[in-house]
């Protein structure tokens, strides 16, 4: 019986999250600048990193996402919220298969994300959420590997 259910586990992996998953702060913060090394394994996968958001109870997260992934990289996302709200992305940065350098600056009402030393995203939106803690996402669907290294947080004044 537990070869079976290990059978079944493995198979579970090759299919994927049915829903998204989020390593969470504790932390809360308003202006920051949030910086790491992010692998994507395969490059068509996705994943972000959330920022000045809430956590929902279904395990969800509300708030700004700076996206990572296929078609993502680089783009402004509101999760739980009103989705894109910055379409363009930093795609040609991207060193696919590959460590890249991923960066996020909140500051007030304005955004700016950095791919591997690139400005991508540049934005500035009242409505954007203020203060709140920050979620590293494995999204759902496919099977997908998100490998985050040398992650640094500088709290700004």
Not at 121 to 146: M, N, R, W
């Amino acid at each position: 019986m537990l070869e079976r259910r290990e059978r079944r586990d493995r198979r579970q992996d090759r299919q994927g999250l049915k829903k998204n998953t989020f390593l969470k702060s504790t932390l809360e913060a308003s202006d920051f600048k949030f910086s790491c090394k992010v692998k994507l394994v395969p490059d068509s996968a996705n994943s972000g990193v959330q920022f000045r958001s809430v956590p929902l109870d279904d395990g969800e997260m509300k708030g700004p996402q700076a996206d990572i992934g296929k078609g993502w990289w680089g783009k402004l996302y509101e999760e739980s919220g009103r989705g894109i709200l910055v379409k363009e992305g930093g795609e040609q940065h991207v060193k696919k298969d590959d460590w890249n350098d991923y960066a996020v600056e909140a500051k007030g009402p304005a955004v700016k994300i950095w791919i591997n030393d690139k400005l991508v995203c540049d934005y500035s939106d009242e409505k954007l959420a203020k203060k709140g803690i920050f979620g590293l996402q494995v999204h759902s669907g496919g099977p997908t590997e998100v490998r985050f290294k040398d992650v640094k947080l500088e709290v700004l004044p």
